[in-house]
């Protein structure tokens, strides 16, 4: 087992810096999830831990030894792709035992592993059919199970359920979880899906343009998002955000909204008053209230039986909220909104971050 440790991590690709600099120690059998927005560095992250991709800068530990320079197949990691390509012409039996015969172990220790793997992955009835003859998700569950057998202290993991469809990928979800405890290793896993994220993760890193913008157990990034961005990525359907000016009087402090009406909010230390802000409200927060400060305009409803989905505006900026039951709302309704203080975020417009 090991913990993997990134120091002052820098990566270019040339004259193009792609991380400046990026610090995330992961403790060892910890899980850690990845997410970001398409393009911004995750998967070069993941593959300067592998010892696929040279890292320009700073120290990469793994089980406390420095591993920058380590070829890939001393680093005892192993990868899962978004793409798993298996070799049609074997079993999932031989598919599975292909890396550790190749790399001679012997064969009745070939076998034990394939078969643990297989009895962790619930692939032992099909170890022999060929992949043709399997599912998507089990043909993903074949490409684990080579990630088993190689027995490695860290799985990395670089979104590795993307070409599954929405059934699939829940299931997955659950299996690589249950995959965790079985195995203990610690792993690295990358996706662009936040609620992967929020499910899977001990802890979340957010990463937006080479940076880490938040690290914390989903319900801290949930709860306390430090800045607008992460308050913006995680959540489905996402935070509402409102433009207004943050006052504070006293003791009472008062966001001003649209048309000059006034939502309470907790007083933000620091005593900033008259302040460029946006208020941010999960979608489940959002409350009816006659006379309410915030005025929805909707344009699209979407009943799902649970709840409602509702497309509108506020203020001329468009919204996306959830009301749970089956309320009555028609596209060209005016709602009218509030939120307790207490499920109010405060963000200042000009940084984006958390007041
Ligand atoms: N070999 C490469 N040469 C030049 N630029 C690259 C190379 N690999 C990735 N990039 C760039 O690095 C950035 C991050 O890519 P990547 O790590 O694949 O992002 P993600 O996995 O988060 O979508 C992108 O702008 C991408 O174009
Ligand atoms: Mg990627």
Redesign the pocket.
């Known amino acids: 087992m090991a913990d993997i440790t990134l120091k002052d991590i820098k990566k270019s ?2 004259a ?1 810096t ?1 991380i400046p600099s990026l610090d995330l120690t992961v403790a060892d059998g910890e899980f850690v999830v990845i997410v ?12 300067m831990v592998a010892g696929l ?1 040279p890292i320009t800068g700073g120290d990469l530990m793994i089980g406390g030894l420095r591993a920058n320079d380590l070829p890939p197949q001393k680093r005892n990691i192993s990868m899962v792709f978004q793409s798993y390509a298996l070799f049609p012409h074997l079993t999932v039996e031989q598919n599975i035992a292909f890396g550790p015969e190749v790399r001679g172990v012997d064969r009745a220790e070939t076998k034990k592993r394939v078969l643990r793997a297989a009895e962790i992955l619930n692939l032992t009835p099909y170890l022999d059919r060929k992949p043709s003859e399997i599912s998507g998700g089990q043909r993903q569950r074949v490409a684990m199970g080579r990630a088993i057998v190689r027995d490695p202290d860290v799985f990395l993991f ?2 590795p359920l993307s070409n599954l469809d929405a059934h699939l990928r829940v299931e997955m979800r659950t299996e690589i979880k249950r995959l965790h405890s079985a195995v203990k290793a610690t792993v690295l896993y ?1 996706t ?1 899906d936040q609620i992967e994220a929020m499910t899977l993760a001990d802890r979340i890193v957010i ?1 937006n343009e ?1 940076r880490i913008e938040q690290v914390g157990t989903p319900l801290e990034l949930y709860d306390a998002p430090v800045n607008r961005f992460v308050a913006g990525f995680l959540g489905s359907p996402s935070m509402a955000f409102i433009e207004g000016q943050l006052l504070v009087e006293g003791n009472n402090a008062v966001v001003e909204l649209h048309e000059g009406s006034r939502i309470p909010v907790r007083k933000p230390a620091g005593h900033k008053s008259n302040c460029a802000v946006e208020i941010g409200v999960r979608p489940d927060n959002l409350l009816f209230e006659k006379s309410g400060p915030i005025k929805l305009y909707v344009e699209v409803v979407e009943p799902t039986g649970s709840e409602v989905l509702v497309y509108g505006q506020v203020a001329g900026r468009p919204i996306r909220c959830a009301f749970r039951g089956r309320p009555e709302i028609s596209a060209g309704d005016i709602l009218h909104l509030s939120a307790t203080p207490d499920t109010i975020h405060i963000f200042d417009r000009q940084s984006g971050l958390r007041i």
């Open positions: 690709f040339h193009l792609i970001g927005p398409s393009g911004c560095g995750k998967s070069t992250l993941l593959r991709e670089d979104e990358v662009h990463m080479g």
